[in-house]
């Protein structure tokens, strides 16, 4: 259960209704939205999510940027945001927990799960190797979105946002991580 009321399009008043009026009309409401709409000034920051994303794809094409996100996601242990992940993983007919990723998709998903784990440590090495595919403006475009993935995914985990209800089928696919069992 959310630890935040995750509002109905009859309880907002506002910009908040404005912004929620917008999402019914796309049939694009989520629990994450619907919780984001209890101000409207943080559901707006955490919509800029969107430009990010569409900017990845373009940059590294939807099927890297749906595999990076997912990384990035189950590795931070984001239940919601992974199940969302899991079955855009699906759509591509790939097998979420048995990835194989070709040399790029790789390095992505070195860099997410480093970036998730300790941003402070990832390696000039790991750099080095995504300059193969990626200049400097490419990969501040990759990195900023890992930005506003884990932002979503804190989001989502402190919260307790709910499990959409076309992603409860999928609910046991999710697995927590487990790396931060030892961190004291």
């Not at 890297?64 to 990384?71: E, F, Q, R, S, T």
């Not at 490419?138 to 979503?152: C, D, N, P, R, S």
């Amino acid at each position: 259960m959310a630890r935040i009321k995750l509002l109905e399009q009859n309880e907002v008043t506002g910009a908040e209704k404005e912004r929620y009026d917008e999402l019914a009309g796309r049939n694009a409401v989520t629990n994450m939205k619907r919780g984001l709409l209890n101000d409207a000034a943080t559901y707006d920051a955490y919509m800029a999510w969107y430009t990010s994303w569409n900017r990845l794809v373009e940059v590294i094409g939807e099927k890297d940027a749906i595999l990076y996100a997912h990384k990035i996601s189950t590795t931070n242990s984001c239940q919601l945001c992974s199940l969302f992940f899991i079955s855009d993983v699906k759509g591509l007919g790939l097998d979420p927990a048995n990835l194989v990723y070709d040399e790029k998709e790789e390095l992505l998903s070195k860099l997410a799960e480093a970036i998730v784990k300790d941003p402070t440590a990832v390696s000039d090495e790991l750099f080095e190797d995504l300059r193969k595919y990626f200049n400097d403006k490419e990969l501040v475009v990759i990195v900023g979105f890992a930005g506003q993935m884990i932002a979503t995914n804190n989001f989502n985990a402190v919260f307790k946002i709910d499990v959409d209800k076309r992603l409860l089928p999928l609910v046991q696919e999710f697995k927590p991580a487990t790396w931060r069992e030892n961190i004291k």
